[in-house]
């Protein structure tokens, strides 16, 4: 797809909808209009959170993106400097949730703010199947790049509803409250106290109202972008696997014949391994700050659960939700990568069960042994030196949280 204009950006999110309710109602699978990771990527471009090439030759759009970039700076620093008004460590704790939640967010902006263009090579690499692999396809392969779409729009749609519902939440509970904000900060001058300065408080909240939506909404898209990235990658991965085993049924060709459509698997088989290391490179300082950011979150929130139990229950079901959001996200991540993993390392049993292969050229036999080889390398979603995103890194967290919690909760 070429790069794309602000406005066509804007129709992209107006037509996905529609494509959506197309792409359900299919009786027979056809082909999808794009992949999910596009409408994503239009709404970061949409709230001026994607400088590519393409957005910053427009003269206000970098500027806009400077804006909202030191917009949540300014939210970060207002919030760390009420930390030391906190009067009981049920307080600090929730403090320091959102001041990591504030953080996190700003640092996942500022990596797209600086690696838009690798984000967009990543995005564009995804097309290689269609255009050079199979540009026609047949029922298998449509039936499963339809179950990609659906499951990311799915996805999509639900984490939507959900934020708005949180976001909802936060600007209006401290409604309830005589003299609430959505976040403890601290402004000059006192702005932020209802008693002294009531229209400057009133300013104060409709600011953090608005940032804190804003802020929402850009992580909540690039976290669908890097999570449909893990989903294509595991569609290309189930698709080699299908050319592989296609490719062992083709029994009726040459060996001249058969090797060449076999050097097309291989090209494919290493257009996936130098993609994945792309897009760990184009979304390194995204793993890093997600992993230790998950770590930090769920043993926060799970001892400030276990000391607002007694005491403060609104407070432990507020620290509940916290600690599901955080899991949810997680789990979602390491599964997913988990999936990339096992479907890559299925790639050398796909390639040894191609029929009769020991009766082909020497050639042949050593390109399968080559793609095998390859394939005992599992692929991996990392940045190192943090762990892979995979089921097994998700429970040493966990792991490491209880053992973190366990201190906490002995030097009470």
Not at 10 to 17: A, F, N, V
Not at 199 to 227: C, D, K, M, P, Q
Request: aromatic share 14%.
């Amino acid at each position: 797809m070429a790069d794309l204009d602000y406005t066509s950006h804007l129709r992209l999110i107006r037509d996905y909808w529609g494509e959506f309710r197309s792409v359900h109602g299919r009786k027979r699978p056809d082909r999808i209009p794009r992949p999910v990771m596009h409408t994503q990527r239009a709404f970061l471009v949409a709230i001026c959170h994607y400088p590519n090439k393409k957005m910053t030759s427009k003269p206000m759009y970098r500027p806009f993106n400077w804006f909202f970039l030191c917009n949540q700076a300014l939210m970060f620093t207002a919030m760390a400097c009420a930390v030391h008004e906190s009067t009981n460590i049920i307080d600090m704790g929730d403090d320091l949730v959102w001041i990591i939640g504030v953080a996190l967010i700003w640092t996942k902006s500022y990596f797209v703010h600086e690696h838009a263009n690798d984000m967009d090579e990543v995005i564009r690499d995804f097309a290689y199947y269609d255009e050079v692999v199979r540009p026609s396809h047949d029922d298998e392969i449509l039936e499963w790049q339809s179950y990609a779409y659906i499951i990311e729009s799915y996805m999509s749609f639900g984490f939507f509803a959900l934020l708005h519902m949180f976001s909802i939440a936060i600007c209006l509970l401290p409604l309830f409250g005589e003299g609430r904000l959505p976040y403890h900060v601290l402004m000059p001058f006192d702005w932020h106290r209802h008693d002294l300065h009531p229209w400057a408080h009133w300013v104060v909240y409709v600011w953090l109202s608005l940032s804190s939506h804003h802020n929402l909404l850009t992580i909540l898209n690039v976290e669908i972008v890097g999570f449909s990235t893990v989903i294509q990658t595991a569609l290309n991965l189930k698709l080699l696997g299908i050319e592989l085993r296609k490719l062992g049924d083709l029994k009726s060709l040459s060996d001249d014949q058969f090797h060449i459509e076999f050097r097309r698997v291989i090209r494919y088989h290493q257009h996936i391994i130098n993609l994945v290391d792309k897009a760990n490179r184009a979304f390194y300082a995204t793993f890093i700050t997600q992993m230790i950011a998950s770590f930090a979150m769920i043993s926060i929130t799970t001892f400030e659960t276990m000391v607002a139990a007694e005491t403060d229950p609104r407070m432990a079901l507020k620290f509940v939700i916290f600690t599901m959001i955080v899991f949810m996200q997680l789990s979602a991540w390491c599964t997913a990568g988990s999936y990339v993993h096992h479907l890559s390392t299925e790639i050398a049993q796909e390639a040894f069960a191609i029929s009769d292969w020991h009766t082909k050229s020497v050639q042949i036999q050593r390109d399968l042994g080559f793609i095998i080889l390859r394939a005992q390398k599992p692929l991996v979603f990392v940045a190192e030196p943090c762990m892979p995103y995979t089921l097994g890194t998700y429970m040493i967290v966990l792991k490491q949280c209880y053992r973190l919690l366990a201190v906490l909760r002995e030097s009470m």
